[in-house]
């Protein structure tokens, strides 16, 4: 079994709609978790980050972590076309020395 | 904050000369800098960690002397690709660690070798 496992998509849904994105992991020792966006040929742009279990809000984002379930999410809300792009999990331990380990990717597409 | 750059954002080189990518940590210091490569439509793949005033840590399957890294300051870390082939050409990006776990990274060098 993958560290990281994210579903690589695409995933097409319509302007306005509630997105989902998400990743399952297996190393229980993760207590760092971050959600990135890429935009076609740019770098990735971090876009949340969490520390252990519970959920955090930014604007229309919200990222939730399940550690019992080792299940992480991130929410779009009202999803508009300039949300397309790929979007990748990453985790890390909490030893600083450790690599942060990034999901596959899901490419997302708004439809307008 | 938190700005990351890369230079230049796109190259492209002849078959067996070498290229320099560098990437620069603009408003913070960052002791640890990664440098990825990406292909097209794929996760981004790790070749090194790269860490201020020593050697860096490469990846499985990475060939140092291939891919030299320097990082001598505490806000630049530079990736040459000596002779170049067709098969280096990619996506490669650099990322900063600010603090013990956020990583930001650079905007990405298009390498094109001919």
């Known amino acids: 079994q993958k560290e990281v496992e994210q579903d690589p998509g695409p995933l097409s849904v319509p302007e306005g709609a509630i997105v989902s994105l998400n990743c399952t992991y297996s190393?229980?020792?993760?207590?760092?978790f971050m959600w990135y966006r890429q935009y076609s040929r740019k770098g990735p742009e971090l876009l949340m980050y969490t520390y252990s279990s519970g959920n955090k809000e930014d604007g229309r984002f919200t990222a939730q972590v399940d550690k019992s379930s080792k299940y992480i999410s991130l929410f779009i809300r009202d999803s508009q076309p300039s949300d397309s792009a790929t979007y990748l999990c990453?985790?890390?331990?909490?030893?600083?020395?450790?690599?942060?380990?990034f999901g596959k990717g899901t490419r997302l597409h708004i439809l307008p | 904050g938190a700005v990351v750059s890369q230079h230049p954002s796109r190259v492209i080189c002849k078959s067996g000369t070498s290229v320099k990518i560098e990437c620069r940590s603009l408003?913070?210091?960052?002791?640890?800098m990664f440098w990825y490569r990406q292909f097209p439509k794929k996760s981004l793949m790790l070749m090194a960690t790269s860490n201020e005033g020593s050697k860096a840590t490469y990846e499985q399957g990475v060939e140092k002397d291939k891919f030299l890294i320097n990082h001598a300051s505490l806000t630049l870390s530079t990736l040459t690709v000596t002779s170049a082939h067709p098969e280096d050409s990619s996506f490669y990006i650099c990322s900063a660690k600010l603090g013990d776990y956020e990583q930001y990274f650079g905007p990405g060098t298009r390498l094109t070798v001919t």
């Open positions: 408003d913070f210091q960052a002791t640890t």
């Open positions: 990453a985790m890390s331990p909490m030893n600083r020395d450790d690599k942060i380990i």
């Open positions: 190393n229980s020792a993760f207590q760092y």
